[in-house]
């Protein structure tokens, strides 16, 4: 349920991510690499937080793709209650991910644009 409508009026920019556009849903961000491995991102602000069943849905999702997937856990410091318009998610960071069945934290601060491009060099 979203419980603040004035928070969700940041305007989402994909632009800069170095592959084509995440695709924009109620997942905030998918993609498909061309060997059929799915990326998928949840967006947060600082203050929000992943429920345990959106973590569930999104592994259980990935789970049972044929070509594989991950979920990259993404923050960012924007807040519309601060004049914030925009966020740019390329330079967001991946707070934790889920790789191999299991939910990790970079060991160092990795922006979404870094991680795509860590995953499409071993996918």
Partial sequence: ???D???HSLYMDFS????PVGK?????MWYITPTGFVIIGEIKNYKGTFKTAQKKLLT???DDLKGG???LFIIHDKDVHLGDDMVNIANCLVQEYYWN????????????NTAI???LEVT
Avoid at 16 to 19: M, S, T
Avoid at 101 to 112: L, S
């Fill in 16 to 19: 800069e991510i170095d592959v």
């Fill in 5 to 7: 409508w004035e928070e």
């Fill in 101 to 112: 069945g299991e939910w990790v934290e970079p060991q160092v601060p990795t922006t979404v």
């Fill in 60 to 62: 259980k999702l990935c």
């Fill in 1 to 3: 349920m979203i419980r």
């Fill in 24 to 28: 924009p849903s109620d997942i905030d």
């Fill in 117 to 119: 491009n860590k995953i």
């Fill in 69 to 71: 997937g991950t979920v």
